[in-house]
C-alpha cells in the first residue's frame, strides 16, 4: 500500500519498541458512520488493548491479503454485528506510536445494515462537533479537524 500520507509523531520523547527504519507499518482500516440526523459513531476501546478506554473510531489491523474495505467490513461485524453494505476511503494518516507504526485508512461508511451491539465490551456515542468525550486517541484526533473543516455530511455520501 502507499507511504505518502502525513506523519503524526506521538509522545517523542518515548523510546520507540523497534528502532526506526526496523519499523514494520500495520495498515487498519476505520469506519466513519454517520447517522440520519448527522451525527458521527465514536466508540471506547476495549479493556486489555493499549490505550483501552481512550475514544476511537471502529475498525482495526488488515490482515494480509485483505482490502481496506473488507478489513473494515470483517471489523465492524466483529465488534459491532453490522454489516456494511458501502464504504470509501476517505482520508489516509501514518501515526507513529511508541508501541506501532499504523497507516489509518479512514473510511465514510454510507451504507450498513443491522443494530450496534457493543460485542466486545466497548462504549460507543454518536457525536457532533465539538466532542466533549474523553480521552481521545491521538491518531483519531485528525478527524475531528477535517470533520470541523467539512462537514460530515459532505464526506463522499
Ligand atoms: N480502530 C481504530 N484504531 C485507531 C484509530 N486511531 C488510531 O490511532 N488507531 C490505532 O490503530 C491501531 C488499531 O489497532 P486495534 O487494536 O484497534 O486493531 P484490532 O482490533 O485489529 O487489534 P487486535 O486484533 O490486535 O486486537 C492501534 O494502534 C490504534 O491505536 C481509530 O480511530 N480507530
Known amino acids: ?5 502525513p506523519v503524526l509523531r506521538v509522545d517523542p520523547e518515548r523510546p520507540r519498541d523497534v528502532a526506526d527504519g526496523e519499523r514494520p507499518i500495520t495498515d487498519v482500516a476505520v469506519g466513519i458512520l454517520v447517522d440520519p440526523a448527522g451525527r458521527f459513531l465514536m466508540t ?24 481496506v474495505e473488507a478489513a473494515l467490513a470483517r471489523e465492524l461485524r466483529e465488534e459491532l ?4 453494505e458501502a464504504c ?10 511508541p508501541h506501532a507504526l499504523v497507516r489509518l485508512h479512514f473510511c465514510r461508511v454510507q451504507r450498513w445494515t443491522g443494530s450496534l451491539q457493543m460485542l466486545e465490551g466497548q462504549q460507543a ?8 468525550l474523553a480521552p481521545i486517541l491521538p491518531g483519531s484526533l ?5 470533520l ?3 462537514p460530515v455530511e459532505s464526506i463522499s455520501k
Open 81 to 84: 454485528g453490522i454489516s456494511v
Open 142 to 146: 485528525p478527524v475531528l479537524r477535517w
Open 44 to 67: 471506547s476501546r476495549p479493556p486489555g488493548k493499549p490505550y483501552a478506554r481512550y475514544w476511537e473510531f471502529p475498525g482495526g489491523k488488515v490482515e494480509p491479503g485483505e482490502s
Open 1 to 5: 500500500m502507499r507511504s505518502s500520507s
Open 125 to 132: 456515542s454518536w457525536e457532533t462537533l465539538p466532542v466533549q
Open 148 to 150: 470541523a473543516e467539512a
Open 88 to 97: 470509501t476511503v476517505w482520508r489516509e494518516e501514518v501515526v507513529d506510536y
